[in-house]
T-cell receptor
């Protein structure tokens, strides 16, 4: 399978614990995006990378959230001291940097439940 | 700031009938517009996009969308709905001047009845 893959698909954790999600983009894609989706809502932009550089972060992203893409390939999204409000589906997407008309290819998502 | 609105939370249509899912947008420059579909507990799948050129764009699974600059709309259409089209549909916009991120609408649930 050469699509975007995310791991784990499901994560249940207790409030206050740290969690980390991994995303492996389509291999030739140099753009990587993280979105968050809660029930009944559209995906909400969190951050994106071009190669290893993080180019934009949402103002809604608290300091407890950090994302990395150390070698310009896979990316990790870490949430520290999780809160119940962090429960959501975390979506990763990748695209080619050709023009702004390039579509995003999404993974299946990582569902986080904070108890 | 760029934004997109999907005014209908749900659209119901009988199988075989035409369907329309509405989307309007707001950007400062020229828009790049996209439609995605999401099935339960799955990621988003790309359906089609408008970048430039013909206002009617065709995409996957028989879907098409019409770009209307004067009405700032990009409605998704299909001539004959299938029960398997039942899913959540998202419109998204990217502003050519502004940023490289896609901004999504809140989604419209399409229910096709047999």
């Amino acid at each position: 399978d050469t699509g975007v893959s995310q791991d784990p698909r499901h994560k249940i954790t207790k409030r206050g614990q740290n969690v980390t999600f991994r995303c492996d983009p389509i291999s030739e894609h140099n753009r990587l995006y993280w979105y968050r989706q809660t029930l009944g809502q559209g995906p909400e932009f969190l951050t994106y990378f071009q190669n290893e550089a993080q180019l934009e972060k949402s103002r809604l992203l608290s300091d407890r959230f950090s994302a990395e893409r150390p070698k310009g390939s896979f990316s990790t999204l870490e949430i520290q001291r999780t809160e119940q409000g962090d429960s959501a589906m975390y979506l990763c997407a990748s695209s080619l940097l050709i023009t702004r008309g390039g579509e995003l290819f999404f993974g299946e998502g990582s569902r986080l439940t904070v108890l | 700031a760029q934004s997109v609105a999907q005014p209908e939370d749900q659209v119901n249509v009988a199988e075989g009938n035409p369907l329309t899912v509405k989307c309007t947008y707001s950007v400062s420059g020229n828009p790049y517009l996209f439609w995605y579909v999401q099935y339960p507990n799955r990621g988003l799948q790309f359906l089609l996009k408008y970048i430039t050129g013909d206002n009617l764009v065709k995409g996957s699974y028989g879907f098409e969308a019409e770009f209307n600059k004067s009405q700032t709309s990009f409605h998704l259409k299909k001539p004959s709905a299938l029960v398997s089209d039942s899913a959540l549909y998202f419109c998204a916009v990217r502003d050519e001047r502004n940023t490289d991120k896609l901004i999504f609408g809140t989604g419209t649930r399409l229910q096709v009845f047999p």
